[in-house]
């Protein structure tokens, strides 16, 4: 298992443990973008609400995996698409998932419950 997979798995499983039924479980490896092949770690699309893990945070004697040259670039592209298409993006490193993993999930619940309000206001305005 990869170091990223061990991640995003961990991040299920406190996902799971935090809420529970209270949430749906995300979709995972989900692809947004008509014209890039772009794909979100988490999602939830009829939220507009995703994901990232960044479990290559730090390789190569500290250097981050995600702040050199064409990868920073494609994360960056990526990140204002997603932005410009009206989606909310939590980015969580190795270590804020080894560290405060329940306060990322629960991060993620207050936006979904946001959200949640958002989108019943709406029903309620047609």
Sequence with gaps: MTARSHLE???????????????????????????????????????????????G???????????GGHALQRDCEKHNALIDAGWSVYTFTTDDLEARPVQCVEQVGRKLDERQRQIQRQLGQD
């Design 9 to 55: 798995e961990g991040f299920l499983v406190v996902w799971k443990c935090v809420f529970d039924a209270k949430y749906p479980l995300p979709a995972r490896e989900v692809y947004f973008h008509a014209d890039r092949k772009w794909r979100l770690d988490f999602a939830w699309p009829q939220y507009k609400l995703a994901v990232e893990i960044q479990g």
């Design 57 to 67: 945070q730090w390789r190569h004697s500290g250097r981050s995996a995600h702040v």
